[in-house]
């Protein structure tokens, strides 16, 4: 593989926050021989003949609110065991590099929602005309929103432009984020279950330019073992009755999603999930809980109550503990990779083989993991394959 054919910039909204930290590093320890990719799906023996970018090839920057230097937010993390303590030191001077990337951005209304587009959108062609990048990947790592009433101006192209030239702002920020990613000629990836990319007028925007998007909602604990347990049940022919979650967290996520009205989307994305591969409605729900003292960590408890043979009742429960930002880390590089793939490749709109990696993939039509996985594999490693 080239590198230097391949030059990708990984622009990340909310790139001081834990998963955007967590992600740099990793790129850079693993460019640096001084981790292995593991969690890292592009780099399974499956890609291995793929021509993606490499690891030493992705350039970071990226846009946050939060002020707080990147390399002092890796220090928490380290504190908060995510990160291993030995990899700062010599990766001091990458670090420092993806800093002076950073662009911080008013909160709130300080900006007309049309001249913001327009600054943002011109951070990202700076950063690739600077970087001499043959590409950018943007990908939303921010904060979960809270829902959005689409708005007329969602439907076209048209509307959108209009809405946004008599000063309305018609756009929540992630679809602020996904709208200058397609003006600056780039990929666009939602890692979170915000709205993004995901109304009409954008997708139009984004076929029209021949630039690809995907999400959304990274499948990274829960959700992910119900993509594996619920296709069992289904195949199986044992009828679920009940599905019920608990999921405690703490960290900037747990604060979020303890609004009701940001945990609305990441609960309805999780339950598609079942409801979507079992073909029929379960009762319980999925609670989700913040938990500060359990800072980056979260756990997820279900109980599952199913039906066998003659009707005889039965149960399975399991319980998925792990470091959000660990898990995440991985799955957002592999998505640049990925998307950085399908721009190359001319691709234009929703990448549905990416929805391995999503609990509400867009354009998906399964659910079901392994399914998913081998619909990635035959789209990376089809014919327009370049090895």
Not at 104 to 131: K, W
Not at 158 to 170: Q, T
Not at 200 to 220: C, F, Q, V
């Amino acid at each position: 593989m080239n590198t230097e054919q391949h030059r990708t910039g990984v622009w990340l909204v909310g790139a001081r926050g834990s998963v955007a930290t967590t992600a740099v590093v990793g790129a850079a320890a693993i460019a640096a021989g001084l981790a292995e990719p593991t969690g890292c799906v592009s780099s399974l023996p499956d890609f291995a003949e793929l021509d993606l970018p490499g690891f030493d090839g992705l350039v970071f920057g990226g846009h946050d609110t939060a002020t707080e230097p990147l390399a002092k937010r890796a220090e928490r993390l380290v504190d908060a065991g995510v990160l291993p303590g030995v990899l700062l030191p010599p990766l001091a001077a990458e670090l420092a590099a993806a800093e002076e990337e950073i662009r911080t951005v008013p909160t709130g209304d300080d900006l007309p929602q049309a001249e913001l587009v327009d600054r943002l959108a011109a951070d990202l062609r700076d950063f690739r005309n600077r970087h001499r990048l043959d590409r950018v990947v943007v990908v939303n790592v921010a904060t979960t929103e809270p829902s959005t009433d689409p708005d007329p101006a969602w439907a076209t192209p048209g509307a959108l432009r209009e809405a946004l030239a008599a000063g309305r702002a018609p756009l929540p920020y992630s679809a602020v984020y996904a709208y200058a990613a397609l003006l600056a000629d780039c990929a666009y990836v939602d890692f979170t279950p915000s709205t993004g990319a995901r109304i009409p007028a954008l997708d139009a925007i984004a076929r029209e330019n021949g630039l690809p998007y995907a999400g959304s909602d990274g499948k990274t604990g829960e959700t992910l073992v119900k993509s594996v347990l619920a296709p069992m049940f289904a195949k199986r022919a044992l009828r679920v009755r009940s599905w019920s979650g608990t999921n405690l967290l703490g960290g900037g996520d747990g604060a979020a999603l303890a609004e009701p009205d940001r945990a609305r989307s990441k609960v309805g994305s999780k339950r598609r999930v079942l409801e979507e591969t079992l073909g029929h409605p379960v009762e319980g729900g999925v609670h989700i809980h913040n938990v500060p003292a359990l800072g980056e960590w979260k756990t997820a408890w279900d109980h599952i109550g199913f039906e066998g043979f003659l009707g005889v009742r039965m149960t399975l429960q399991f319980t998925w503990e792990g470091c959000d930002s660990t898990l995440a880390a991985p799955l957002v590089l592999d998505l640049a990779r990925f998307a950085a793939l399908a721009h190359r490749r001319g691709v234009a709109g929703p990448v549905a083989e990416l929805g391995f990696f999503f609990k509400d993939p867009v354009a998906g039509t399964t659910h079901e993991l392994a399914a998913q996985y081998q619909r990635l594999r035959d789209w990376a490693l089809g014919p327009e394959a370049v090895r």
